[in-house]
């Protein structure tokens, strides 16, 4: 269980602060059942949500997970294997595809949203001299991936989500 005042990532709303925990007296929970009370980092609300319930909810990374050898950031681990490469497995069909990036968002995995932003990076810079690029679906999923990445990296390195995007093709390359 997070403790009162830990910020957390949780699901799609990305970093956000543990204000409560616990049994909760609101109206419409169930109390008998135990909530986290979140307050999102970058806008206001008021997220209510199981403490066992299905949303991703993990700690939020630190500077120094950021900078360890083999982390996000580096582009090879220790065994030589790169870390950000494109995804390889994107299914061909388009509604295939798009609940393929969905599972990949609700995931909140940094690697996996990295994969999933370099992927489609990728395929916008192939297909510009045909005049075609990324289909709707991919550039919705490429946009919140890099709000998710940008949100808790630039938590994590102390810089506004703004910054985060020259940081990262500075650290990657790309």
Not at 48 to 66: F, H, I, N, Q
Not at 78 to 86: T, Y
Not at 101 to 112: F, K, P
Request: glycine share 10%; hydrophobic share 35%; charged share 25%.
């Amino acid at each position: 269980m997070f403790s009162v005042g830990e910020y957390i990532v949780y699901g799609v709303e990305g970093v956000c602060r543990v204000e409560e925990a616990g049994k909760l007296k609101v109206a419409g929970l169930d109390k008998n059942r135990a909530y986290y009370r979140l307050r999102p980092y970058y806008h206001d609300g008021t997220i209510y949500t199981p403490v066992d319930g299905k949303a991703v909810m993990r700690p939020v990374l630190t500077r120094e997970e950021l900078g360890r050898p083999g982390h996000i950031l580096r582009l090879v681990d220790r065994d030589g294997r790169q870390l950000a490469e494109p995804l390889g497995d994107v299914p061909p069909d388009s509604r295939a595809a798009g609940e393929y990036y969905r599972a990949i968002l609700s995931g909140h995995d940094c690697v996996a949203l990295l994969r999933l932003c370099k992927t489609l990076h990728a395929k916008q810079n192939s297909q510009t001299a045909s005049r075609r690029g990324v289909n709707s679906t991919e550039l919705r999923s490429w946009r919140m991936a890099e709000e998710m990445l940008y949100g808790e990296f630039g938590f994590a390195l102390g810089m506004p989500p703004s910054k985060v995007k020259a940081y990262l093709q500075e650290k990657l390359g790309s």
